[in-house]
C-alpha cells in the first residue's frame, strides 16, 4: 500500500533560519504529491503540490521538488517566520478506480520558530 | 466565498450516545471525505464518497457510519460502537475525476466523549 514518511518534530528553528522537512513516499504508481499546513484549531490547507516528476511546487516562498529516483518531496524555505509556526503534513494522492479515493497523509511535522 | 463548513466546532457526548457531525459543501464537488486526527498519528481516512448515494469504507470505518443523500451535505456519525472517539474529525472534498486534485478542508468539529 501506499504510505508517506516525514520527519518527526517538533522542529525549533530561529527566525530566518534555513527550513527542510523531509518527506519520503511508498507508491504502487505514480502519485501526485502535496504539501500541507495547519494552524492551531484549524482545518488543513493547501501550501504546495507537485504532479509528475522534477516539478516544483511552491508557494509564500516554500518550495518542494518531486524526486521520483529518491521518491522524496522534501519541503523548504530560505527565511522562515515566526508566522510559519504550524503543523506540516506530506500527503499523496493516487487515483484507482476512476475516481479520487483520498489522500494518504504523513505524520506531521510540528514547525516552531522563535523570535 | 465557496468553501466546506463543519459543524460545530465543539462537541462534548455521554459515552453510549450516538453523535452526528455535520459537514457541507458548495464548492460543487463530487468527492467528499471524513478524516480523523489524533495527536502524533496525523489523518486517517474513515469514509468518502465519491458521488450522491454512494461511499466506500476507509481505513477506519468500524463504528462510525455515513450518508450522502445530497451532493452538498456528507454528515459523519460516530455511533456507541466506537471505541475510542475522542478525536479532531475533517471534511474535505474535491473535483471528481481531477488527477493531482487537492482536498479542501473544513476547519474541522473537535468531539469529546466522557
Known amino acids: 500500500g501506499n504510505s508517506v514518511t516525514q520527519m518527526e518534530g517538533p522542529v525549533t528553528l530561529s527566525e530566518e533560519a534555513f527550513l527542510t522537512i523531509n518527506c519520503t513516499y511508498t507508491?504502487?504508481?505514480?502519485?501526485?504529491l502535496f504539501w500541507y499546513v495547519q494552524y492551531p484549531g484549524e482545518g488543513l490547507q493547501l501550501l504546495l503540490k507537485?504532479?509528475?516528476?522534477?516539478d516544483k511546487g511552491s508557494n509564500k516562498g516554500f518550495e518542494a521538488t518531486y524526486r521520483k529516483e529518491t521518491t522524496s518531496f522534501h519541503l523548504e524555505k530560505g527565511s522562515v517566520q515566526v508566522s510559519d509556526s504550524a503543523v506540516y503534513f506530506c500527503?499523496?494522492?493516487?487515483?484507482?478506480?476512476?475516481?479520487?479515493?483520498?489522500?494518504?497523509f504523513g505524520k506531521g511535522t510540528h514547525l516552531i520558530i522563535q523570535p | 466565498d465557496g468553501g466546506i463548513t463543519q459543524s460545530p466546532k465543539y462537541l462534548f457526548r455521554k459515552e453510549g450516545q450516538n453523535v452526528t457531525l455535520s459537514c457541507e459543501q458548495n464548492?460543487?464537488?463530487?468527492?467528499m471525505y471524513w478524516y480523523r486526527q489524533d495527536p502524533g498519528q496525523g489523518l486517517r481516512l474513515i469514509y468518502y464518497?465519491?458521488?450522491?448515494?454512494?461511499?466506500q469504507k476507509g481505513d477506519i470505518a468500524e463504528g462510525y457510519s455515513v450518508s450522502r443523500e445530497k451532493k452538498e451535505s456528507f454528515p459523519l456519525t460516530v455511533t456507541s460502537a466506537q471505541k475510542n472517539p475522542t478525536a479532531f474529525y475533517l471534511c474535505?472534498?474535491?473535483?471528481?475525476?481531477?488527477?493531482?486534485?487537492?482536498?479542501?478542508f473544513g476547519n474541522g468539529t473537535r468531539l469529546t466523549v466522557t
Open positions: 500527503a499523496l494522492s493516487e487515483v484507482t478506480g476512476g475516481g479520487a479515493d483520498g489522500l494518504t
Open positions: 507537485a504532479t509528475k516528476a522534477d
Open positions: 507508491a504502487t504508481g505514480y502519485p501526485s
Open positions: 464548492l460543487n464537488h463530487d468527492a
Open positions: 474535505a472534498s474535491t473535483g471528481q475525476g481531477s488527477f493531482g486534485s487537492p482536498l479542501h
Open positions: 464518497s465519491q458521488i450522491v448515494n454512494d461511499f
